[in-house]
T-cell receptor, first 116, second 114 residues
Framework: AQKVTQAQTEISVVEKEDVTLDCVYE???????LFWYKQPPSGELVFLIR????DEQNEISGRYSWNFQKSTSSFNFTITASQVVDSAVYFC?????????????WGVGTKLIIKP | NAGVTQTPKFRILKIGQSMTLQCTQD?????MYWYRQDPGMGLKLIYY???????DKGEVPNGYNVSRSTTEDFPLRLELAAPSQTSVYFC?????????????FGPGTRLLVL
């Protein structure tokens, strides 16, 4: 069965430290998508990135970077020089095809606390 | 362009009461979804719709109903509220034209059943 594991339930670092959030997935599909979403304390869910299974290039967006490795079924997220505003719960998700429709399978989230 | 809107933001229900959670999107997205998020957990899919007039069950549909009479609206109905339905409910939408897989979320409705 499709599955997303975020083993780190909570991470706490001091501002300006780098931090990596881990995401490991399981899927039978050859074509799939992986996602990261951010949920700040205000509660909304903010889309950060989508990566398809054929594109293993790392992506960088400002202080955020993502490392996708099919060999280890991982899609890790790194924040460089963390800031207090990065404090949030971060969710990793995997697309799943169900009866020709598509759904997302979600990890339980990693709560990231950035201390000033 | 408001995106996905949800009402109400917060509601307290008594056991056995009914209510409808409203969800509207103005992005002309075909796909719409309802999730619930329990404390410390990820999102679980309740129902989804791939277009007006078409709905289907997700992972946890029991105790809920949906309808999709228009592209824009996707209300979620709780008929007999139970304490187990205390949760935060998120509505989302996506479009094949923009990559169906990327779902855009509303701000959520926090529901407490006492």
């Amino acid at each position: 069965a499709q599955k997303v594991t975020q083993a780190q339930t909570e991470i706490s670092v001091v501002e300006k430290e780098d931090v990596t959030l881990d995401c490991v997935y399981e899927t039978r599909d050859t074509t799939y998508y992986l996602f990261w979403y951010k949920q700040p304390p205000s509660g909304e869910l903010v889309f950060l990135i989508r990566r398809n299974s054929f594109d293993e290039q790392n992506e960088i967006s400002g202080r955020y970077s993502w490392n996708f490795q099919k060999s280890t079924s991982s899609f890790n997220f790194t924040i460089t020089a963390s800031q207090v505003v990065d404090s949030a719960v971060y969710f990793c998700a995997l697309s799943e095809e169900v009866d020709s429709n598509y759904q997302l399978i979600w990890g339980v989230g990693t709560k990231l606390i950035i201390k000033p | 362009n408001a995106g996905v809107t949800q009402t109400p933001k917060f509601r307290i229900l008594k056991i056995g009461q009914s209510m409808t959670l409203q969800c509207t999107q103005d992005m002309n997205h075909n796909y719409m979804y309802w999730y619930r998020q329990d404390p410390g957990m990820g999102l679980k899919l309740i129902y989804y719709s791939v277009g007006a007039g078409i709905t289907d069950k997700g992972e946890v549909p029991n105790g809920y109903n949906v309808s999709r009479s228009t592209t824009e609206d996707f209300p979620l109905r709780l008929e007999l509220a139970a304490p187990s339905q205390t949760s935060v409910y998120f509505c989302a939408s996506s479009s094949p034209r923009q990559g169906w897989e990327t779902q855009y979320f509303g701000p959520g409705t926090r529901l407490l059943v006492l």
